[in-house]
């Protein structure tokens, strides 16, 4: 073995180390990777969960990993989570064979039996809305569970927004709540954008009213809005993950009944796609929507809207069945 090997990096080399580990960060934007850090979350959990080893990932665990999600995300997510355990991989020393048969083919045969097409998430408007919110019991978790839901989808906000939200950034008046989102998917200059959230008519479903009775039920005055429960009763300090916003949903639409399908699961996209969906069917303009979701392509927003529009004047309803 060469000694030069075993000998500790001078000052100058852990600084260009150091600073080639920061360009190596600065190739991924920060949202993707958030994205890659949650997916490797995912991925440590489902090894946990089944007495697999996820560091060092071997193609196998990985394959298995894949075929047990296969049902239940787009390929696109599929893809974005083998990178993510990819990149770990490598930085801790084990590069992952991302060709091996073990995924490659497990990815080919996932897309050929489910469709590689991208799926589109289940839009929840406020029927879903109003049964999601009878679901959610009295207390802490409740309280937290109603007001993530609500606010979601009258903020028509993604995932990582939710989940960014501090107390810092909510402005209180007569008409509601005023959110600033310093971090958005499509903020690429980190603008930041304000969102108003006005009362709504129904005490119940008001996503001013939820926000407010958690933070007081929670007692926060700073820091994250939305924050785990553990099994304990108490709100811990750490915001939520943006996958815990997915399995929230998940146990509350399970709760209330609401089911999707393989082509259009129950996500938390729902909530951003269903605030869209009943803003076109109240008349709301593309501009109003588009200024509200920040939506930056009217042909992405729109393509919300011909679902809606294909709900309500398909053919098949003029035939008299």
Not at 231 to 241: D, F, I, N, P, Y
Not at 249 to 265: C, D, K, N, T, V
Request: hydrophobic share 40%; aromatic share 4%; with cysteine.
């Amino acid at each position: 073995m060469d000694a030069r090997q075993t000998k500790p990096p001078t000052a100058r080399a852990a600084m260009a180390l150091a600073k080639a580990q920061a360009y190596r960060d600065a190739a991924d934007a920060p949202a993707t990777l958030r994205a890659y850090a949650s997916d490797l979350r995912n991925f440590e959990a489902w090894c946990g969960r089944n007495g697999m080893t996820a560091l060092p990932a071997s193609p196998e665990v990985v394959g298995a990993y894949l075929a047990a999600a296969g049902e239940g995300y787009a390929m696109q997510t599929l893809r974005r989570r083998v990178a993510a355990i990819a990149r770990a991989s490598g930085v801790a020393g084990h590069p992952l064979d991302t060709k091996h048969p073990a995924i490659r083919e497990t990815l080919r045969g996932i897309g050929r039996t489910h469709g590689s097409r991208g799926r589109r998430s289940a839009a929840l408007t406020t029927v879903e809305l109003r049964k999601l919110s009878r679901v959610c019991e009295p207390g802490l978790a409740g309280d937290r569970d109603r007001a993530l839901l609500l606010i979601g989808f009258a903020g028509a906000l993604r995932r990582s927004e939710l989940v960014a939200l501090d107390v810092e950034r909510l402005t209180w008046s007569n008409d509601g709540v005023k959110l600033l989102l310093e971090k958005s998917k499509t903020d690429k200059d980190g603008e930041g954008a304000e969102i108003m959230i006005v009362f709504g008519r129904r005490e119940d479903t008001c996503p001013v009213r939820a926000l407010r009775r958690w933070l007081d039920s929670a007692g926060i005055r700073s820091g994250p809005v939305f924050r785990k429960v553990n099994k304990a009763g108490r709100v811990e300090a750490r915001r939520l993950s943006e996958d815990a916003v997915r399995q929230i949903l998940l146990r509350r639409a399970a709760q209330a009944g609401i089911q999707g399908s393989l082509s259009e699961p129950v996500t938390p996209h729902g909530l951003r796609a269903g605030f869209i969906t009943a803003a076109y069917r109240n008349g709301v303009s593309d501009e109003e929507i588009m200024g509200h979701t920040r939506h930056r392509s009217l042909t992405t927003m729109r393509s919300y809207v011909r679902r809606a529009k294909l709900s309500q004047t398909s053919p098949a309803g003029k035939l008299g069945l």
